[in-house]
T-cell receptor, first 110, second 117 residues
């Protein structure tokens, strides 16, 4: 079993819809990161969380440490949100090195 | 501030050759991490450097090595290339040392796409 599991693997939404991506992990972490990767490969760090909730524009990230679960929400989705979203955790037992989920490919249709 | 830069952006090599990739972090950032991304394995941590010292290492064979210079620029080297080494190699920099117990946002470079024939 992977230490970091993301769901769904693929997601298609209509412009304007609310999108939720989930991330579950099985080990102790120091922080959880949400990353965005557009075609071409560039990765942008969206959020780094160790507790609670963070919001940036139309993006909201939450984490529940007790349940070892995080969600990334995109409100009023737009075609420019089409990308792969990757959850990564810093593993306490491994010197906080990042371990990555498999990614969620999001396509927002106009 | 300029972002993280990686050179070269694209590279084609043949099996058995070696390759050196370069990463220049954001000015003032002292930590550089390297990652490999393949369609089959996804993103995997290679190693992390801080102040010219390797602080953390992923589960890769010894053919993968790296170093960091006094100006925080970093290089990674892959010797005796194999077909499976074809991947996107990403580096990321952060202000402080992530493995030191403080999590910092990592800023990623555009990557070097390596094709091994």
């Amino acid at each position: 079993k992977n230490e970091v599991e993301q769901s769904p693997q693929n997601l298609t939404a209509q412009e304007g819809e609310f999108i939720t991506i989930n991330c579950s992990y099985s080990v102790g972490i120091s922080a959880l990161h949400w990353l965005q990767q557009h075609p071409g490969g560039g990765i942008v760090s969206l959020f780094m969380l160790s507790s609670g909730k963070k919001k940036h524009g139309r993006l909201i990230a939450t984490i529940n440490i007790q349940e070892k679960h995080s969600s990334l929400h995109i409100t009023a989705s737009h075609p420019r949100d089409s990308a792969v979203y990757i959850c990564a955790v810093g593993l306490k037992a491994a010197g906080n090195k990042l371990t990555f989920g498999g990614g969620t490919r999001v396509l927002v249709k106009p | 501030k300029a972002g993280v830069t990686q050179t070269p952006r694209y590279l084609i090599k043949t099996r058995g050759q070696q390759v050196t990739l370069s990463c220049s972090p954001i000015s003032g950032h002292r930590s550089v991490s390297w990652y490999q991304q393949t369609p089959g394995q996804g993103l995997q941590f290679l190693f992390e450097y801080f102040s010219e010292t390797q602080r953390n290492k992923g589960n890769f064979p010894g053919r993968f090595s790296g170093r960091q210079f006094s100006n925080s620029r970093s290089e990674m080297n892959v010797s005796t290339l194999e077909l499976g080494d074809s991947a996107l190699y990403l580096c990321a920099s952060s202000l402080v040392y992530p493995s030191g117990g403080i999590q910092e946002t990592q800023y990623f470079g555009p990557g070097t796409r390596l094709l091994v024939l």
